[in-house]
């Protein structure tokens, strides 16, 4: 589907790519969805912040990493995608902190740590995303969240303004993070805070985590890691296949037999097939259990 129209857009000193009408399942973990209007990836956080104040403020804008926590809806996204991963990549020692960027793997940044005699971190191998989106939704997995390591983090404002600030500024909670004053900004980077230990401890408990990942997870198949947040005191898989879910399918889009809370692409599904599986499945465990269960992926963009 053509979105193009002539962008308002200068390219003033600008050093990264921009693409129109780029389909965005090149780019999200479900290899499903529409088209983005324009999708800009920056050469580094100098250039996001020179495309940041160069973007009229009207503009719609949305940021992704690996994309394992987006749908773009078959009308596709009229406005510009941000492309992290590939350009904000810094990770390195800041005296006892780690400053990682927001296109850092979460695997990446496990490892780095160990290397670095650092232990903590181990739980980010199960993350299968960047740091920005584990920013932006205090992602978690094994018992660990992001926002326990936050010291600081470093974003950048709709008109490009580089700023810190600490996690006292943010309402934190499970799977949601806000900032306290209304502004919208951009995750580029963190100072995170992880203890010495037993580093070769941290070595094995990284490949153990990734074991189990690949034990207990769909990872043959496009998927987008979990699909609704666990309810308070209960784990979303259990109740999606107490109500017989498993393997429901919808298009190519099937709740994984392998585990319930994640949902597949099996072949040729649309963002539509996936979107109305998601719907599906809620209404299923309300209508059955009366729990209402909430999805951590985000979905954007127009239905055909």
């Not at 053509?2 to 990264?16: I, N, T, V, W």
């Not at 078959?74 to 995608?81: A, E, F, L, P």
């Not at 920005?132 to 974003?155: D, F, I, P």
Request: proline residues 4%.
């Amino acid at each position: 589907m053509k979105m193009s129209e002539p962008a308002q857009f200068s390219d003033y000193g600008l050093r990264g790519e921009m693409l129109h009408d780029e389909p965005m399942s090149r780019h999200v973990s479900w290899r499903a969805g529409g088209v983005a209007q324009r999708l800009y990836r920056p050469a580094d956080l100098a250039d996001l912040r020179q495309f940041l104040r160069q973007t009229p403020a009207n503009e719609d804008l949305i940021a992704v990493g690996l994309g394992s926590n987006l749908l773009v809806r078959d009308g596709g996204y009229r406005g510009t995608v941000l492309q992290m991963v590939g350009a904000l990549t810094e990770l390195r020692m800041d005296g006892d902190l780690i400053y990682v960027q927001a296109g850092v793997p979460g695997a990446k940044l496990a490892r780095f740590a160990a290397s670095n005699n650092l232990c903590g971190a181990e739980f980010f191998v199960g993350i299968p995303g960047t740091l920005g989106g584990m920013l932006a939704m205090n992602a978690g997995c094994y018992g660990g969240e992001t926002w326990q390591k936050v010291q600081r983090v470093q974003v950048l404002s709709r008109s490009g303004e580089l700023l810190e600030r600490t996690p006292q500024e943010y309402d934190i909670g499970y799977r949601h993070v806000a900032l306290n004053e209304a502004s919208e900004e951009f995750f580029v980077g963190a100072w995170l805070k992880l203890e010495t230990g037993d580093v070769e401890k941290a070595r094995q408990d990284i490949k153990a985590l990734m074991e189990k990942r690949s034990a207990s997870q769909p990872l043959q198949l496009p998927n987008a890691g979990s699909v609704f947040r666990n309810p308070e005191g209960g784990h979303a898989a259990k109740l999606i296949e107490g109500c017989g879910l498993k393997g429901r399918r919808i298009g190519g889009a099937e709740v994984s037999q392998k585990h319930a809370n994640f949902i597949v692409n099996t072949g040729g599904a649309t963002a539509t097939d996936i979107e109305d599986l998601i719907n599906e499945v809620r209404a299923t465990v309300l209508q059955q259990t009366g729990i209402e269960l909430h999805p951590e992926v985000r979905i954007v963009g127009e239905r055909i």
